[in-house]
Antibody
Framework: EVQLVESGGGLVQPGGSLRLSCVASGFTFSSYWMNWVRQAPGKGLVWVSR????????GYADSVKGRFTISRDNAKNTLFLQMNSLRPEDTAVYYCTSGGGAFDYWGQGTLVTVSS | QSALTQPPSASGSPGQSVTISCTGTSSDVGGYNYVSWYQQYPGKAPKLMIY???RRPSGVPDRFSGSKSGNTASLTVSGLQAEDEADYYCNSYAGSNNFFFGTGTKVTVL
């Protein structure tokens, strides 16, 4: 059974940093593109970032470019999202998802709240 | 660039069909066959329903179908059932390692 389990969310002040993790199981993690997608409370889905299976290629939404960094550790089946210079508008549930052209498996999400 | 445009709501009676549109540009929906659709229940993670415009993942009922014409993609749910009441989002690849989601459509089964 495929499982994606996110962690690392919480309350952080504006300007602060947070590192999200996503541990994958049930599939060959090292063969898949991975993504982060977020959803602000009561709002729609927003694609945030993606990383190629071997980590050699990454992409970011304009809203997070220069502030967020996606990475992965294939030996530990783990995806990361380093979030710096956080803003109140970054408040959202962050989902880890697998897939290149579509997002086939999703985690349960981790809530990030940016507030003073 | 901003989100793809979807109608805020759609509805139908049980057994009827409902079609949701997803309008983008030639740089995303019209330029690539990487359009996908997601179903989301309140408080739950989204679920992939359609990928590569028309393909259904294993386990998704064939009542769900996708299509595309120009810069607009569509999701049709035939034979509506109560369990189809949910939010639906489209997504498209937009080149240069970039993706956009649609604004979302709430489907109500009357």
């Amino acid at each position: 059974e495929v499982q994606l389990v996110e962690s690392g969310g919480g309350l952080v002040q504006p300007g602060g940093s947070l590192r999200l993790s996503c541990v994958a199981s049930g599939f060959t993690f090292s063969s898949y593109w991975m993504n982060w997608v977020r959803q602000a409370p009561g709002k729609g889905l927003v694609w945030v970032s993606r990383i190629k299976s071997d980590g050699s290629s990454t992409g970011y939404a304009d809203s997070v470019k220069g502030r967020f960094t996606i990475s992965r550790d294939n030996a530990k089946n783990t995806l990361f999202l380093q979030m710096n210079s956080l803003r109140p508008e970054d408040t959202a549930v962050y989902y880890c998802t697998s897939g290149g052209g579509a997002f086939d498996y999703w985690g349960q999400g981790t809530l990030v709240t940016v507030s003073s | 660039q901003s989100a793809l445009t979807q109608p805020p709501s759609a509805s139908g009676s049980p057994g009827q069909s409902v079609t949701i549109s997803c309008t983008g540009t030639s740089s995303d929906v019209g330029g690539y066959n990487y359009v996908s659709w997601y179903q989301q229940y309140p408080g739950k993670a989204p679920k992939l329903m359609i990928y590569e415009v028309t393909r259904r993942p294993s386990g998704v009922p064939d009542r769900f179908s996708g299509s595309k014409s120009g810069n607009t993609a569509s999701l049709t749910v035939s034979g509506l059932q109560a369990e189809d009441e949910a939010d639906y989002y489209c997504n498209s690849y937009a080149g240069s390692n970039n993706f956009f989601f649609g604004t979302g459509t709430k489907v109500t089964v009357l």
